[in-house]
């Protein structure tokens, strides 16, 4: 029998893990994230499986949710093959080293905090180190190209295509046999929205019995993106005609170059007032850019006709810390992009602690905030919030704008649905439960099949 068992990304949208056990005792992981916001404390958890025992790890894409627990996989005995495509491998690479050297930076402190309390042996170590990740990538592997057939086994057969999500993602279609007869699994890993205008749409899946699918933003439709530019250049207009600053917490990848993107159209427009500068403050941000304009065949239509559609002459890239804090010494006319999107680390924090409590200052959201990150509790309207355990007061203006969602929303994700012929099992994965409530009703009245909310560690039988 072929059964898949999720250790990840079940009731919840972070920590994908998706093991896919075939016959004669080929085994499959498809991503190994690492859990995020709330849940943190699960990445120290067993994996629930033997590393060993995996012969194939194949990546969706290259965010910390869909990768961050690779390093574990391998320091527990993972000699398999990693598969992914090449924008997947030079993000993961970025993401992964930026993750242990944070985790590492974080238990310095804990540790010589701890030792003034004779505490130090409470204090938890990295989940992994710089060296680790580096052992990473001298694994065997792949690199794939879209539509291009990968074989697994003599009658297993892998195949990625664009999932439009951010560079280099993908969803995975694995074609197997079962009692002589051609099955097909898809894992959609995380779907792009369409309208995002630095990658092209998802790609169309072929038939397929058995779909696992996101359902990040399966109980609402975002804004249109045109609506969302309009909104997003009109706070940042106003906040700069009242005297403020911008505060941007943005995710390092996609999100950081769809928002570089607009900011120069509006130079072009002379939309943005000539005396204001747009601050990059994220090294990995300014990394993962210069992977984006390697694959710019990869883009949209529309992006490939600038000559580099992620720079322009207001912009500024902050690489180091001392640059980092002078930008907290300016008064206004100030636009900061800074890492981490849902404010649960990096140098948004800082600039949170300086900025947050002046009511001429704004902070506008971009992206999807997890439980339990410092994010969420600003968007749900948190009077005051402690930062680097100092209780500071919230008075800028709050913007939440989720046009801008590198997700597909729930009227997207069923006209994907509806692209795969024969479909008769649904499994949701990669969502708050609420949420797949929602989409599992609009899965069952607009396409007519019964969708399965995943549990888990739960074996289905495919």
């Excluded at 959609?188 to 058995?210: F, W």
């Excluded at 747009?278 to 210069?290: G, N």
């Excluded at 900061?336 to 990096?346: D, L, Q, R």
């Excluded at 797949?436 to 009703?441: E, L």
Aim: include cysteine; hydrophobic fraction near 40%; aromatic fraction near 10%.
């Amino acid at each position: 029998m072929v059964t898949v068992t999720s250790y990840g990304g079940a009731k919840t949208v972070t920590g994908s893990c998706h093991l896919v056990e075939f016959e004669k005792g080929l085994k499959v992981l498809i991503d190994c994230g690492m859990y995020q916001g709330a849940q943190e404390d699960k990445n120290y958890e067993p994996l629930g499986f033997d590393p060993r025992k995996i012969d194939y790890l194949l990546l969706t894409h290259g965010h910390l949710d869909h990768v961050g627990r690779i390093p574990l996989l391998v320091k527990q005995g993972f000699k398999g093959v990693i598969v992914a495509t090449s924008a997947t491998f030079d993000l993961a690479k970025i993401v992964l080293l930026d993750s242990a050297k944070l985790m590492e930076e974080e238990y310095k402190t804990r540790f010589k905090k701890a030792q003034r309390k004779g505490k130090e042996r409470e204090v938890k170590k990295p989940l992994y180190t710089v060296k680790e990740v580096k052992s990473v990538f001298k694994q065997k592997k792949i690199k794939v190209k879209y539509e291009k057939k990968i074989e697994i086994s003599k009658n297993v057969i892998a195949v990625f295509k664009d999932a439009g999500h951010i560079i280099g993602s993908a969803f995975i279609e694995i074609v197997y046999f079962k009692h002589n007869a051609k099955k097909r699994v898809v894992f959609s890993g995380d779907l792009g929205n369409r309208y995002n205008n630095v990658l092209p749409s998802p790609a169309k899946p072929k038939a397929a019995q058995t779909l696992f699918i996101e359902s990040t933003y399966g109980d609402r439709c975002h804004k249109t993106y045109q609506d969302s530019v309009e909104e997003f250049k009109n706070a940042v207009i106003e906040t700069i005609s009242n005297k403020g600053n911008v505060l941007i917490p943005s995710f390092a990848i996609e999100r950081t170059q769809q928002i570089l993107t607009i900011f120069k159209e509006m130079e072009i427009k002379r939309e943005l007032p000539s005396n204001v500068k747009v601050f990059l403050d994220s090294p990995m941000a300014i990394k993962a850019t210069k992977i984006y304009k390697r694959y710019k065949h990869l883009l949209s239509n529309r992006n490939k006709k600038f000559g580099n559609p992620f720079s322009f002459s207001q912009l500024r890239l902050v690489t180091n810390i001392e640059n980092s804090k002078k930008i907290n010494n300016l008064k206004w006319g100030n636009i900061i992009i800074a890492g981490s999107g849902m404010c649960n680390g990096g140098r948004i924090l800082h600039h949170l602690k300086h900025r947050l409590w002046n009511e001429k200052n704004s902070v506008i959201f971009v992206g999807f905030q997890a439980k339990g990150t410092l994010g969420r509790e600003i968007v749900d309207g948190a009077k005051t919030v402690k930062i680097f355990d100092e209780d500071i007061v919230v008075r800028a203006k709050i913007y939440t704008i989720n046009g801008f969602s590198a997700h597909a929303d729930q009227k997207e994700l069923l006209e994907w649905i509806e692209e795969i012929d024969n479909l008769k099992n649904i499994f949701l994965v990669h969502g708050e439960e609420s949420r797949q409530t929602v989409f599992k009703k609009a899965i069952e009245k607009h396409i007519g099949l019964n969708a399965h909310i995943v549990e888990l560690n739960e074996k289905i039988f495919i």
